[in-house]
């Protein structure tokens, strides 16, 4: 069973349109994440919502919006494209605990902006 | 601001050779550190982890080491495989502020196993 799963697995689309990129996890983890890996492989936070309430907005622009309508949910949304935002998108989970801070990574959405 | 970074960005080792794989960390606040693998194509994968209150975590032919007094953190593959072959990558999170504050990743290793 795949554990966090993302769909599209591949994105390609025009500057200027809006899309939207949808993570489930079920682990029954109550914390999920958006992280952004660029062309380098530097891989950097976006989001992370704790029981459906946003936690991190790590100075992301606000064309990127994420809506998490359940806790096994975490939806990207991306408003006016721009050819920067062209990445790999990945999303993560993990169960906050004073123990462990494991997350685990979905495959990734590879963003291309023409 | 603080980051985690890592040395060497391409690390080539025979197969079969003990590779091992250096990243420096700048938050001293820090207390909890994992190695991801990430394949080609691939979200990156948990291998080990290790708390700020451990110096030494050994799991099946990984060893991460910590010196949290030079802040450096260090993962050793033993009898390295061609399955090996991937980019790795430390992460730390400040724990202190609940844990769902997200990973802060260093810049990555290339680990290349040559035949």
């Known amino acids: 069973d795949t554990a966090v799963s993302q769909t599209p697995k591949y994105l390609v689309t025009q500057m200027g349109n809006d899309k939207s990129i949808k993570c489930e996890q079920n682990?029954?983890?109550?914390?999920m994440y958006w992280y952004k890996q660029d062309s380098k492989k530097f891989l950097k936070i976006m989001f992370s919502y704790n029981n459906k309430e946003l936690i991190i907005n790590e100075t992301v622009p606000n064309r990127f919006s994420p809506k998490s309508p359940d806790k096994a949910h975490l939806n990207l949304h991306i408003n006016s494209l721009e050819l920067g935002d062209s990445a790999v998108y990945f999303c993560?989970?993990?169960?906050?605990?004073?123990?462990?801070?494991?997350?685990?990574f979905g495959p990734g959405t590879r963003l291309t902006v023409l | 601001g603080e980051s985690v970074g890592l040395h060497l960005p391409t690390l080539s080792v025979q197969e079969g050779d003990n590779s091992i794989i250096n990243c420096a960390y700048s938050n001293s606040a820090s207390d909890y550190f994992i190695w991801y693998k990430q394949e080609s194509g691939k979200g990156p994968q948990f291998i080990i982890d290790i708390r700020s209150n451990m110096d030494k975590r050994q799991g099946q032919r990984v060893t991460v080491l910590l010196n949290k007094t030079v802040k450096h953190l260090s993962l050793q593959i033993a009898a390295t495989q061609p399955g090996d072959s991937a980019v790795y990558f430390c992460?730390?999170?400040?724990?202190?502020?609940?844990?769902?504050?997200?990973?802060?990743f260093g810049k990555g290793t290339h680990l290349i196993i040559q035949p």
């Open positions: 993560a989970s993990s169960q906050v605990s004073l123990f462990d801070y494991e997350q685990f």
């Open positions: 992460a730390e999170i400040d724990g202190s502020g609940g844990g769902a504050d997200g990973l802060t």
């Open positions: 682990l029954g983890h109550d914390t």
